[in-house]
C-alpha cells in the first residue's frame, strides 16, 4: 500500500525539512518489510491555483483520501496504527494524505474526502504539520513492527 502526502506549499528551504526527511525515510525503510511503500510527497508550490490543482490530484489518485482539518476526527496513534494495518489488510487501496493551504480546503474539496482528520484544537504551521503527520505515520508503522519506539 503506498502512502502520499499531497500538501500546498513547498519545502525547500523550511528549517522542518530535514526532520520530515528523517521521519520519511524510517517510513520506506520499516514500512517496506508490512507492505506499506514510503510516505511519497507532493507539493502544490503556486498557492494562487492550489484548489484546482489538489483537485486534479484528487482525481488521479486511485485509492483513498485523508484530509487534514481542524474540524475533523481526532484519533490515537494507536487507532492510526489500526486503520493503516485494516486498510493494508483489506486492500483498501493506496492512502493520500491531504494538507490544503493555510485558508483552509473549500467546501467542495472537504467533501471528497473518505476521512477528515484534525491535529488537536489548536493551529499548526503548515510545515510542521506535515512534520507531525509523518512522525504519527513512522509511530504508526513501529506499533505494526512491534518496535519499542511508542509507548502506551
Known amino acids: 500500500m503506498r502512502l502520499s502526502l499531497l500538501a500546498v506549499g513547498s519545502m525547500r528551504g523550511a528549517t522542518e525539512a530535514p526532520l520530515y526527511n528523517d521521519y520519511a525515510s524510517r517510513i520506506k525503510k520499516s514500512g517496506r518489510a508490512i507492505g506499506l511503500d514510503g510516505l511519497h510527497l507532493t507539493e502544490i508550490k503556486d498557492h494562487h491555483d492550489a484548489a484546482a490543482k489538489l483537485h486534479a490530484a484528487i482525481d488521479a489518485h486511485k485509492g483513498f483520501c485523508i484530509f487534514l482539518d481542524e474540524g475533523g476526527e481526532n484519533w490515537t496513534s494507536r487507532h492510526i496504527a489500526d486503520r493503516l494495518g485494516h486498510w493494508r489488510d483489506t486492500n483498501r487501496g493506496d492512502a493520500l494524505f ?17 476521512i477528515t482528520l484534525s491535529m488537536g484544537k489548536m493551529t499548526w504551521p503548515h510545515m510542521l504539520a506535515r512534520v507531525m503527520l ?12 512491534a518496535h519499542p519506539y511508542h509507548r502506551d
Not at 98 to 114: C, E, F, M, T
Not at 134 to 145: F, G, M
Open 98 to 114: 491531504v494538507i490544503g493551504p493555510a485558508d483552509g480546503l473549500s467546501d467542495d474539496l472537504k467533501a471528497r474526502a473518505d
Open 134 to 145: 509523518a512522525e504519527q505515520l513512522w509511530r504508526a508503522i513501529s506499533i505494526l513492527t
